[in-house]
Nanobody, 121 residues
Framework: QVQLRQSGPGLVKPSQTVSLTCTIT??????????WAWIRQPPGKSLEWVGN???????YYNPSLKSRTSISRDVSKNQITLQLTSVTQEDTGVYYC?????????????WGQGIQVTVSS
């Protein structure tokens, strides 16, 4: 019954900020030991891990994106959020939230529906 539902604007202007929210049902973001992830996929490219947030609140970022990325959580709403600043056309792609499989690297068992983010002026 675990479900992840994403929301947020899909069209962003260059230099602005991508802001996405993932609402989780059927699980508790403070309980699942594998933690929660943001992943993206630019058109024609492979999946790219953006960052993780774990049940204790610890956060890890892809080093290539860390300077522009902020992941946060709202425990009361069972939500995780992603903000990516100073975007360019290279940030265009489908953005996902997902649940990490406990004990496995870059393995996910539940995914949000994905949101197409287009950076365009």
């Amino acid at each position: 019954q675990v479900q992840l539902r994403q929301s947020g604007p899909g069209l962003v202007k260059p230099s602005q900020t991508v802001s996405l929210t993932c609402t989780i049902t059927g699980d508790d973001i403070t309980v699942h030991p594998g933690g929660w992830a943001w992943i993206r996929q630019p058109p024609g490219k492979s999946l790219e891990w953006v960052g993780n947030v774990y049940r204790d609140g610890s956060i890890y970022y892809n080093p290539s994106l860390k300077s522009r990325t902020s992941i946060s959580r709202d425990v009361s709403k069972n939500q995780i959020t992603l903000q990516l600043t100073s975007v360019t056309q290279e940030d265009t792609g489908v953005y996902y939230c997902a649940r990490n499989v406990k004990g496995w690297y870059a393995q996910y068992d539940y995914w949000g529906q994905g949101i197409q983010v287009t950076v365009s002026s």
